[in-house]
């Protein structure tokens, strides 16, 4: 009678899914082994990227899966920073009376190690996903596209604004278009 557990964000962020009695599992389907093929389907969506867009982001979670489809990214066309979203729902703990969010830290710490800027892109409002749940209950699937417009939508959106705000001042080009890649 083996004990298992499933692995903590530090631990899923170096692609082990859980423990089998001390023992690190990373837990593929079958259609893993067909893998192959989506390289062909990289290079396009990243030629794709660079004939619409003047900066490519690659939003990551700080989790194995955004990590990888970052890093395959990046060895096609160079990113131009890792974004990663404040939903306002991430885990946090709390060190020292401050909240420490260890996603966040993830996906900082793996920009630093491909040496991209690291963007962390908040909402306006700190409380949006405790808000939305007050007024409206904890959302059900049906609601899916209503919450991902409010927590990630509409910061990403915010974040390309101020990136031509930016650009606009300093540079007097015209408003960039930016990717995202996921």
């Known amino acids: 009678n083996t004990s298992y557990r499933l692995s ?29 093929m989506l390289r ?7 030629e794709v990227a660079n004939s619409l867009a003047d900066e490519v982001y690659g939003l990551c979670s700080g989790g194995k899966d955004s990590v990888a489809a ?4 990046n060895k096609y066309r160079k990113l131009d920073g890792i974004a990663t979203i404040d939903t306002t729902c991430a885990v946090f703990k709390i060190e020292s009376g401050v909240k420490i969010y260890p996603a966040f830290e993830a996906a900082e710490k793996f920009a630093d190690k491909l040496g991209l800027p690291f963007n962390l892109i908040k909402h306006k409002n700190s409380n949006a996903y405790r808000d939305w749940c007050i007024k409206y209950g904890m959302p059900p699937p049906s609601q899916h596209n209503q919450i991902y417009r409010e927590l990630k939508w509409k910061p990403m959106t915010w974040f390309v604004q101020s990136r031509n705000k930016w650009n606009k001042e300093h540079t007097k080009k015209k408003p960039l278009s930016v990717c995202f890649i996921s």
């Open 8 to 36: 903590n964000p530090k631990e899923e962020s170096k692609g082990i899914d859980g423990f089998i009695g001390n023992i690190p599992v990373s837990i593929k389907p079958i259609t893993y082994k067909t893998k192959n």
């Open 40 to 46: 062909e389907e990289i290079e396009v969506l990243m």
């Open 70 to 73: 970052c890093s395959l990214a």
